[in-house]
Structure formats: structure tokens, C-alpha cells
């Protein structure tokens, strides 16, 4: 969705604090994008990740991590490094990422440009080199391996029959897109997410929260 479309929504943090609320009494438990695969198998009962593509708003993406520890929730922070709307090479943006880690989140790497950066426009081919170089710079930055990757809605079948691209969990892969509750869809879609989440149909639900449209009430 582009963000003539996206501009309007805007969410209340009291409704994101609902639905951790949801979320924490219709499933026993939850994980961040990299455990997934070592425990799929495993799964009985419907489990949840929340995910955070973060291109917009570092700041408010701290904002998310805070609130979710207050419920004892971890989430996967898919980080753009190359964003335009913050240098993580400042300071405070680096300090932002620290205290996000230390929350007890993860941080992965998001893919947020062009096609030309994730396929080959000749071939169609995955751009493998550009995304294990933004891997790698992200990883510099944070001191620690990049374990998972996300791409932006259009490439939300990467790949169709694995969870892994490069040897990292990819979070836009088939398996973990089947049934995902997205919040940019429109304006209520938050009401839309409460109501599947009392009804969960997969072994796994990825929650898509994108930091930059939940502010204070």
C-alpha cells in the first residue's frame, strides 16, 4: 500500500494495548520470527508473532517494544537500514536499537526499496548479493547476528515452500503469510484483527504492526 492510501489510518495505542490483551488470552503462548522453524513441527495449538516492519518511525517503533513488555511479549522489529526517515548511525537511533534488544525483542533486517533491490529486473532472480550487504551492515550495527528478514507486501510469498532465504527465516514466506493479520489495510482494521484473533485458523498467526501508524490517544 503506498502511502497516499496509508496516510489516513491512524491507530490509538489504547487499541494496541486491546489487542495484546486478545492476544495474551486466546493463545498460550508466542515467539519471534527465528525460533519458528525449530518448533513448527512442535505446534498443537495456534501460537502468534507479532512483526514490525520499521521504515517510517525508529521512535515509535520503541514506543511498540515498551508497551509489549509491560505484557511480557516478545516481537520480531524488522529494521530498514537504509530508511530515509532515520541515520542508524546516530547516537540516539543506535541507542533506540540497544534498548529495543534489551527488551528482550528481536531485530531482523526489512527490505523496504524498489523491486530492482530484491529482484533482478532482467531475470526476476532474488537479489541475494543487496540483501545479505544490508544483512551485514545491520548486523555491524547491532553487534549481533541478523536471524530473519521481511519484505515489503507485494513480495509476501518469499519463498513458497520454505521458511528460509539465505539461511534466515524469511518472515514474507508462504507458510508464515497463510491467515496474517495486517493493520494497513484500512482505518478499522484493527476491529477486523480483534475478531480473527479470538478465532485463530493457523498453527501460527503473524500479526503485521506497523510502528508509524499507532499514536497516543
Known sequence: MNKKNTSKIHYRLKDYREILEALK???NAHYVLSEIPQIFSQIMSPKFIIRHDVHD???QGLELARIEKEYSIRSSFMICPLSPHFNLKLNDNLSQ????LDLGHEIGLYI?????FIKDQTTGALNKNEIMSQCRHLESLI???VRSVSFPKEFSRIPEDSF???QKVSASSKKLMEGALIDNTHDKQHKEIMKKITRPQNKIVQ????PELWHQD
Not at 536499537?97 to 529495543?100: D, P, R, T, W
Not at 523496504?112 to 530492482?116: E, P
Not at 500479526?207 to 506497523?210: S, V
Open 207 to 210: 500479526i503485521l504492526i506497523h
Open 112 to 116: 523496504h526499496h524498489t523491486s530492482s
Open 164 to 166: 528460509f532465504i539465505l
Open 97 to 100: 536499537l540497544k534498548e529495543i
Open 143 to 145: 553487534k549481533q547476528k
Open 25 to 27: 488470552n486466546n493463545f
Open 57 to 59: 518511525s525508529l521512535k
